[in-house]
């Protein structure tokens, strides 16, 4: 079951300094030991809040991993009748109702064939079809989105970084995601650890 992530410790401002400048002898020695007790106290409240950071980072990632586990169990279980595996594991003719796994995706098959090898499933490939609502989990490197324009209004593609990669980025080529930021051809997955890709129009929005 997903973890609900805690509130997090509070962090209190620090007194108001001592200023040789304006104070009085007596206020700068009282501002100074306010400031200093501040700063003692203020060493526990931040070594709490990366704490609770640690912790709340590890247990985003495993409910993102979870999502994607849920997530491909019920793509698993609508396709379960057609499910047939790694693409890159099968030979000879193929038959609708078929889905495979191929590149991180799973993908419908469009029309019969004569020899699944020579149709590699893509986004540019007629043959098949993604299916929506899939998260993806990257190793690192660059994903290379393909362009919203080949999938229907609504397609939905979720992406999270594998827990410990620092690199890991999603780039559209020739167009642009839009967020609430502005527009951006490329999203580096760095301090969060995903987002949701949704066509929108005729763009990703997320």
Do not use: C
């Amino acid at each position: 079951m997903a973890t609900a992530p805690t509130a997090p410790p509070i962090v209190n401002d620090l007194p108001p300094a001592p200023n040789s400048g304006t104070d009085t002898p007596s206020q700068f020695d009282t501002k100074a030991n306010n400031f200093v007790a501040g700063q003692v106290a203020m060493v526990g409240e931040e070594n709490a809040l990366s704490a609770w950071q640690n912790t709340t980072a590890t247990q985003v990632y495993d409910n993102a991993v979870e999502a994607k586990t849920s997530a491909d169990a019920a793509a698993l279980s609508v396709l379960s009748t057609g499910y047939v595996g790694l693409w890159s594991s099968l030979a000879g003719a193929l038959s609708k109702p078929a889905t495979v796994f191929h590149n991180e995706l799973f993908w419908y098959l469009n029309n019969d064939l004569a020899d699944v090898t020579a149709s590699e499933p893509s986004a540019l490939n007629a043959d098949w079809q993604l299916v929506s609502g899939q998260v993806v989990i990257l190793d690192g490197g660059v994903f290379n989105l393909f362009s919203a324009s080949l999938v229907g209004e609504k397609y939905q593609i979720s992406f999270i970084r594998k827990k410990g990669v620092t690199d890991a980025s999603v780039k559209l080529t020739g167009e642009n995601f839009k967020t609430d930021k502005g527009d951006f051809d490329e999203i580096i997955i760095g301090d969060s650890y995903g987002f949701t890709a949704t066509k929108i129009g005729t763009g990703w929005e997320v």
